[in-house]
Nanobody, 124 residues
Framework: QVRLVESGGGLVQAGGSLRLSCAAS????????MGWFRQAPGKERDLVAA????????YYADSVKGRFTISRDNAKNTVYLQMNSLKPEDTAVYFC?????????????????WGQGTQVTVSS
C-alpha cells in the first residue's frame, strides 16, 4: 500500500506560481510512475502531467505545456509539480496518483493509489 500526501496548494493571482509536492510512504516509490491530475467541480479527473519511475519520460497535457514542470526525487519519495504563469482555468483540486510498474498511463482509472488532493485557486 502506497500512501500519498499532497501539499503546496493555495490561492494565487493569475500569472503567479505554485509548487505542489506529493510525498509517498513507501520506499518502493521509485518503482511507480507518478501523475498529477486535476478535477474541477462537475468535471472528470484529468491528467495534467506524468513522469516515469526513473524520470526519463514525462508527459504534459497541451493546456499546461511550457508552464508546468513535473519532477521527482526518488531519494525523498517525492514528486513535484512546478506551476508557473497560472491562469484562472487552472483552478481545481490537484491529486497525485501512483501507477505500479513505472510506465506512464494517461487515464485516472489506471492509477493504483491516490492522495487526498490539494486545492489550487487562481484569481483573475
Amino acid at each position: 500500500q502506497v500512501r500519498l500526501v499532497e501539499s503546496g496548494g493555495g490561492l494565487v493571482q493569475a500569472g503567479g506560481s505554485l509548487r505542489l509536492s506529493c510525498a509517498a510512504s513507501e520506499r518502493t516509490f521509485s518503482s511507480h510512475a507518478m501523475g498529477w491530475f486535476r478535477q474541477a467541480p462537475g468535471k472528470e479527473r484529468d491528467l495534467v502531467a506524468a513522469i516515469s519511475w526513473s524520470g526519463s519520460s514525462t508527459y504534459y497535457a497541451d493546456s499546461v505545456k511550457g508552464r508546468f514542470t513535473i519532477s521527482r526525487d526518488n531519494a525523498k519519495n517525492t514528486v513535484y509539480l512546478q506551476m508557473n504563469s497560472l491562469k484562472p482555468e487552472d483552478t481545481a483540486v490537484y491529486f497525485c496518483g501512483a501507477k505500479t510498474g513505472g510506465a506512464i498511463y494517461y487515464t485516472a482509472n489506471n492509477y493504483d493509489y491516490w492522495g487526498q488532493g490539494t486545492q489550487v485557486t487562481v484569481s483573475s
